[in-house]
Structures are given as C-alpha cells and as structure tokens.
C-alpha cells in the first residue's frame, strides 16, 4: 500500500476531480477504448444519495444551504490491495466504478497508461469545453465608456 504524502493527495483530489467532473460518456468511451478491466471485489458497491450544497455570497460571506445534489459513490479494492474511491454527481453506477478503478490504478504501476490513455483526453476535452465557453461569454461582452464633452 501506498502512503501518501501531502504533494501527493492533491495530484490525486486532481484526478479525482477530473474523473467527477468529466461527461460520464467520455469517461466510459476513454475507459473502454483504453481495454483495462481489473479484477475487484466491492467495499461498498455503486450506492446513490445525497449531498447537501453550500454556498457563500460573493464567495466571502456566511455560508448558506445552496440545496441538494444526487450524487453515487462507492469504494472498491483490486486484487494487489489497492483501494479506489468515487462520488460522482448524479445516477451513474458505471461512471462511479470506472472512476473509482481508475482511482485505484493511479496508485499503481499503470499511472502512467491510465493518465496517457483517460486522463490526459479528459483533461483535453475539459479545456476545450472551457476555451468555447470563454468564447461564446466574450463574443457578448457589452464595452461601455463614456465620451467627455468638450466643455
């Protein structure tokens, strides 16, 4: 088993982010074009919930309830003793056990392979849907200025 330092649990929340935030299609499309399928048994299977959202005003202000979100998590352990965990937003049994494998496998000798073959597309696709984003906002960007009178 792996300890992990400091440096490393936030590589790792990054990873974990990543695979949470990512389209469950692309995620799967990555996962399944990648052909890795890890023998595994459940510590807690796929399970859906719910989470409660917090939010603050202006991003400094009292903390508030925002609402609830569904999310599913679950926790698994490959066959070498490697533990990987997920919580993803919304129903997905499948997305939270791909992204808990890959969780897992991160741990291990094939890093470099699951980040060459899911992550590092993920990531792509993640800047690209950002880069449009940023575009279509700039494209209704509003300048206004004032004109001085000539008095």
Not at 6 to 21: I, P, S
Not at 56 to 72: K, S
Not at 108 to 131: I, N, S, T
Request: aromatic share 6%; glycine share 10%.
């Amino acid at each position: 088993m792996k300890d992990f330092t400091r440096d490393e649990n936030a590589e790792r929340r990054g990873w974990m982010g990543l695979l949470a935030r990512s389209a469950a299609a692309e995620l799967l499309a990555q996962w399944d074009a990648a052909g890795m399928a890890p023998a595994f048994t459940w510590l807690r299977a796929p399970e859906v919930g719910g989470v409660m959202v917090r939010g603050r005003a202006g991003a400094v202000g009292a903390a508030f309830n925002l609402g609830e979100m569904t999310v599913t998590r679950c926790s698994l352990k490959l066959a070498d003793g490697r533990v990987g965990h997920a919580v993803v937003q919304g129903r997905d049994r499948r997305k939270a056990e791909v992204a808990a494998l890959c969780d897992a496998l991160m741990q291990g000798d094939e890093a470099g392979a699951v980040r060459a073959a899911v992550l590092d597309p993920l990531a792509a696709a993640a800047k690209e849907r950002a880069r449009v984003r940023a575009a279509k906002a700039a494209a209704t960007k509003v300048d206004f200025f004032t004109m001085v009178r000539g008095e």
